[in-house]
């Protein structure tokens, strides 16, 4: 792009920060001297994909080769498109401002269901067809990995290939594959069948699905030598596990500006709602040591004065006492603060808030996810009320004023009851405060709630189940606004739409594809920002397609269907998950993975082992 086009376009933008690279530890390599171009593209802003941790873990890995030059892409503001349209400007990545049509390898992060049109409109802007069978050449091949591709069905026929589970090691085996391909001149379908047999990749191209009368999925078949189930890759050891040493300094404010660092991953506690809490078993550990010497090496090559030690349940981390000695010992004098996000109210001890107190104080994040016991029971939180409120006046004794609770709306076997206890909980944890002698002097207390609508999940308990229809949903988010009592208690509700279009999306199949692509040419992009996202649009593309959206929402699965993701494995057994369920319907809980095993078969992707149940075992 000239300098004269550039410097127009970014001083007709807002945030042209967003656009033009250059910052503190980017990578920048001599294009010539790498045999691959690895163009990982965040399909949101740069403010949300900066803060992503995988994407800054895979830039490292991939640029840590020195025959591969991985750039970063973010999916370009509506002002910026508008203006990179009127001025023939392609879709660029930002280290070099090089075309992203130009590079060998495209990849998608899909972290969410709404960010399925950003992907398509940045194909568009590339200058790149949107659909794989119209990218006849064997490069750029475009990939997608992140939690989403549990079930790519939906995004079938835009990407070449999905990565499934964790990228460490998939990415540079597809790396290898496409580099050896390219050197050979194979075409485009030599080099997906190959790659369809490396553990962890799957081909969409390379199944057939075909559909019963009632519109059921009957059989996914494969063809062209295509393994019948793939089967996600994860990495064994988390302390030998690749860790970048820095990471790139944004050049404008984003979402979580900070550094983090992973303390383990998966989760012992089995929340029936949770996909993260399944798809990323089995659960693996870190060691204190690495963890501590990670945090110094990023602290130092950054400047940032904050660590989020990052996990599903960070309270859950069998080691978090000494890490912490640990990491006190260097960052109280230093003034930089330690933040856990993800605790649980049952098992956050009252210790090691006091050491976090010594840092830097902000409020403290919970999630009881429910508003009564049973329904707590039902989806399997195994957390009580007592335990939320002993955790809320242990935090005020150590000088915390602000509390944020997590619930949902809409979850199986939910009440009115249930939707009024949401609010009753929050009072109480009001009452906790100024009940308690301890308190801040001088302060109020405040209390968030946020409710969100629950949206059913592949490989969760819970994907069989229906969501509650717009009308239901937005009735019981009414009828938890008037429950609130006092100012003191705050309350945000998820857009009762978006949420109604990402189950439509979480459990979606093929035919999904095709209304994909007419909302995107009616004009849909950033579908998960409220003041973007149109749900006429939406509505027109279903009705046009003749296509149910309360097919794919509101619709109860009986246990012997055929879902989409029946042929994709991310070790949790579907006997497990249909046990669980019918344990919910009776509110019955089910122990967590350290109290005793429950046999989800998550063990069998880790060579027969998984850190909980080797310490049950034991």
């Known amino acids: ?185 194979s075409d485009k379908q030599t080099f997906l069948r190959e790659a369809a047999q490396i553990e962890g990749v799957y081909v969409p191209s390379l199944y057939d699905v075909t559909y019963n009368a009632d519109g059921t999925v009957q059989a996914v078949t494969p063809k062209d030598g295509a393994p019948a189930t793939v089967r996600k890759r994860i990495v064994s050891d988390l302390d030998s596990m690749f860790c970048p040493d820095n990471f790139v300094v944004p050049s404008i404010e984003v979402v979580h500006d900070r550094t983090t660092t992973e303390i383990f991953r998966g989760c012992i506690r089995g929340c029936r709602f949770c996909q993260a809490g399944f798809i990323y078993r089995p659960i693996r550990e870190k060691s204190p040591d690495v963890i501590d010497a990670q945090c110094r090496a990023i602290c130092e ?68 996810e429910a508003g009564t016991q049973r329904l707590r029971d039902a989806i399997n939180k195994n957390v009580t009320e007592d335990e939320v409120l002993h955790t809320a006046k242990q935090a005020f004794a150590g000088g915390w004023t602000a509390v944020k609770l997590y619930f949902m709306i809409g979850l199986p076997t939910e009440t009115d009851e249930d939707v009024q206890g949401i609010a009753s909980l929050a009072q109480k944890v009001v009452d906790a405060y100024y009940a308690n002698p301890d308190k801040p002097k001088g302060k109020g207390v405040t209390v968030s709630i946020s409710a969100s609508t629950f949206v059913p999940k592949p490989f969760t308990p819970f994907q069989w189940e229906p969501q509650d229809d717009l009308e239901t949903v937005l009735r019981k988010q009414t009828l938890l606004r008037e429950s609130i009592r006092t100012r003191k208690v705050s309350l945000s509700c998820h857009h009762a739409q978006t949420s109604f279009l990402e189950a439509v999306f979480a459990r979606g199949d093929r035919r999904l594809a095709d209304v994909l692509e007419a909302a995107w040419r009616m004009g849909c992009r950033f579908d998960g920002w409220d003041d973007q996202f149109r749900f006429d649009l939406w509505e027109q593309a279903f009705e046009d397609a003749g296509v149910c959206m309360a097919f794919y929402a509101n619709r109860r699965r009986s246990f012997d269907e055929v879902l989409p993701w029946e042929h994709l494995d991310y070790g949790v057994s579907k006997a497990y998950l249909r046990r669980e369920n019918e344990k919910a319907a009776e509110s019955r809980t089910t122990p967590h993975c350290r109290a005793r095993c429950g046999g989800c078969g998550a063990d069998k992707l880790n060579g027969g082992k998984c850190d909980a149940r080797c310490k049950t075992l034991d």
């Open 1 to 185: 792009m000239p300098d004269s086009i550039k410097e127009r376009i970014l001083n007709a933008v807002q945030k042209p920060g967003r656009y033009t690279g250059g910052e503190w530890n980017s990578v920048v390599k001599d294009r010539n001297a790498v045999d691959l171009r690895y163009a990982f593209c965040f399909p949101d802003t740069y403010e949300i994909g900066m803060s992503h941790l995988g994407m800054k873990i895979l830039y490292s890995l991939v640029n840590a080769r020195a025959d591969a030059w991985c750039e970063r892409v973010f999916a370009p503001w509506t002002d910026m498109e508008a203006q990179m349209r009127e001025h023939g400007v392609p879709l660029y990545a930002l280290e070099s401002g090089d075309p992203v049509r130009d590079f060998d390898l495209i990849g998608f992060t899909l972290q969410y269901e709404l960010s399925y049109t950003n992907v398509l409109n940045m194909l568009d802007l590339a200058g790149l067809p949107v659909r794989s069978a119209d990218r006849t050449s064997l490069t750029p091949i475009v990939a997608a990995g992140g939690p989403c591709v549990c079930n790519a069905e939906p995004v079938h026929a835009f990407v070449d290939l999905c990565m499934l589970g964790e990228g460490e090691e998939v990415t540079n085996d597809v790396i290898d594959l496409l580099i050896r391909h390219k050197k050979m001149g």
């Open 301 to 368: 090559s950054t400047g940032y004065d904050e660590i989020s030690l990052c996990s599903l349940s960070s309270s859950d981390y069998t080691q978090m006492e000494p890490l912490i000695r640990k990491l006190i010992s260097w960052t109280d004098d230093a003034k930089i603060n330690v933040a856990l996000p993800s605790l649980r109210a049952d098992n956050f001890p009252k210790e090691l808030m006091e050491k976090l107190a010594g840092v830097r104080r902000s409020s403290l994040t919970f999630a009881p």
